[in-house]
C-alpha cells in the first residue's frame, strides 16, 4: 500500500550524503509506523511527523512499489509540483535517497535471517547470562518479523523503536531487563558485528 504519488521515472539514487543519517532514519521509522498504525487518525500524525522533519530539509517522501518489495523514496521537495513529480525538475537524481520497506519476509531467506539472528542471541545468552539473552532473543524476534534483517544492519532508529515501543509492549521483560535494555543491546549489536 503506497501513500503517495506514484513516480513516474522510478529513477534516484542512493547518495544518503544529502540528508543526515538520523533524519533518513527517522523519516523511515516515521513510514514504517504511517504503513502499521491501526487507525486513521495515528496514521495521520505519524504522516504529519514525517513530513514536518522532512520539510526542514526540502525534501518529501513517498513509497514506491516494485517488484521486490515497497521502497521509500526521499526526494528534494521541488521536484513536486501538485502531488506529481515532475521529470524536467529532476536535475541530480543522487539527491534522492531510498530505503527498502520491506524485506524478504518470507520463504528460505526469512528462515536464514531468523535462524542467523538466533545464533547471535543464543551467543549473548552463552556469554552475558539470561537478563541479556532474554532481551537478546526479544531484539532478534524483532528484527526477523518486523524488518526481516540481520540484526547487524539494525539501523539506530529501529534499535530506539525496539528499546521504546516493542520491548515493553511485546517482550514481557523483567525489571532487571528493563533496567539493562540499553546495555543487552550493546552487547547484542557487539555480538552480531563479530559475524
Not at 63 to 87: C, F, K, N, S, Y
Not at 159 to 166: D, P, Q, V
Request: aromatic share 6%.
Amino acid at each position: 500500500m503506497a501513500d503517495e504519488t506514484p513516480d513516474p521515472t522510478d529513477e534516484t539514487g542512493t547518495d544518503e550524503s544529502a540528508l543526515p543519517e538520523d533524519v533518513i532514519d527517522r523519516a523511515e521509522t516515521l513510514t514504517r509506523r504511517l504503513r502499521n498504525a491501526v487507525d486513521d487518525s495515528e496514521r495521520a500524525a505519524y504522516k504529519h511527523e514525517r513530513d514536518a522533519l522532512l520539510d526542514e530539509h526540502g525534501y518529501g517522501a513517498r513509497v514506491r512499489e516494485g517488484q521486490t518489495g515497497e521502497t521509500l523514496v526521499l526526494h528534494p521537495a521541488v521536484w513536486i509540483e501538485d502531488g506529481t513529480i515532475r521529470t524536467d525538475r529532476i536535475d541530480d537524481t543522487s539527491q534522492a535517497i531510498e530505503r527498502p520497506l520491506s524485506g524478504p519476509g518470507s520463504g528460505a531467506d526469512w528462515a536464514e535471517i531468523d535462524e542467523h539472528n538466533r545464533t547471535i542471541a543464543a551467543r549473548v545468552r552463552k556469554r552475558h547470562g539470561a537478563v541479556h539473552g532474554e532481551t537478546a532473543t526479544a531484539f532478534a524476534d524483532f528484527m526477523s518479523n518486523h524488518y526481516a534483517k540481520p540484526i547487524e544492519r539494525a539501523t539506530p532508529g529501529e534499535r530506539e523503536e525496539f528499546r521504546t515501543e516493542y520491548f515493553p509492549r511485546n517482550a514481557w521483560p523483567t525489571d532487571e531487563q528493563r533496567e539493562r535494555v540499553t546495555e543487552s543491546l550493546r552487547l547484542t549489536v557487539e555480538a552480531a558485528d563479530e559475524v
